[in-house]
């Protein structure tokens, strides 16, 4: 989806996405073979120019293209170079004008490797996992990389009989064959390409019991692990109600937690789903942070997302506060408490990390996540409960499904509870050296 201001490429991902389009729609058609990992595709972007075009970029990881029309005709000329796939239509594109592109590819996709690491597409003993987190989207399917080109998605995928396939939002069918199933989904409320992912296991469902929300709440695993995984992750009916009545209506229409076979290095969240390995199916405390982690991201990181990732703490900062905040109400050490104990030991740690631009390096460090959620704390202590808790109510509900800044947190305290309270954020935000925390 178009945004109103642009950005140029984000240098904390560097080399994704076009500044130069925005896409509205992405109609990915796929199938999906486990047997050499292969993975064919087309891809129907709706898309807008925001000035005139006589070439534009898609992002496309390790895999082949056979065909690419614009607007409905062969383009004048494509070519896929590293992970840039560079069209040039057969007429100029004006400025703000609607096109479509459809890709035709194929190949045997591989996460791609990037400044963190690896992300993206990934095979598992028994099926596959996409955990694209950041800049992983372009392993699976052509896309405008960037975490502001928010725009809808409708899948339809194809995967051998016998594996259930889970994306972004809920299935309303599938067609049996011989040897194949595929399966339609419903479309997506606006996501950031990051977020788009794709299931495929020999998954069956765990139904937890409704909690005071309305919203389904479901896990999915093997059926082995069903009893494990019913008791580990049924407290998530109870976080989805506590987390409503502290950040408000939840912002998708179902949550799904899906616990592969195998282990996972660290969970991680798509749109309306989290992905934990089987290391993950247990009671104790630090696992159950990060179940409440993760499905605190659905509201901060998947509704309001960050328009660069140089403000990542508006979603680990937050994520990290919500653990503290359910420590609280499941009985365990309060969020105070949780608060002194990491200030102590951040104390402790080098002061030359600021929060609202750590660097690409320093992007997922663990002060990020802790600092945020101090910082957030500071607030709560300054402004009292009631001001703290409208204000993240008002920040999920004025930017739902959007794309924001650092600039637009401040701006909305300064505008419900005053610049005093935007001030005191300051220090926690630009300073190198960690403020102290109050009280
Ligand atoms: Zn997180």
Redesign the pocket.
Known sequence: MTSGRRTPNDVYVPGHGDPRFGVEHYRLVLTCTLEGNQLSGRATLTARSVERLDRFELDLFGLRVHKVRVDGQPAAKYDLRRHKLVVRPRATIPADTPFTVEVSYAGSPRPMPGPDGEAGWEELADGLIVASQPHGAPSWFPCNDRPDDKATYEFEVTAPQGYTVLTNSSSTGQRRRASSTTWQFEPTAPMATYLATLQVGRYVQVDHPPAGSDVPVRSWCVPGRAAAVTQAFGGQPAMMSFFESRFGDYPFSAYSAVVTDDDLEIP??AQGLSIFGANLVRRDWSAQRLIA??L??QWF?NSVTIRHWRDIWL??GF??YAEWLWSEESGGESADAHARSHHRRLSGLRQDLVLVDPGPDLMFDDRV?KRGALALHALRGHVGDEAFFGLLRAWTTRHAHGSVTTEDFAALVTDLIGAPAAASMEPWLNDPTLPPLPG
């Open positions: 991680l969240e982690h993760e605190a991201h990181g979603h680990e994520a990290c996540y």
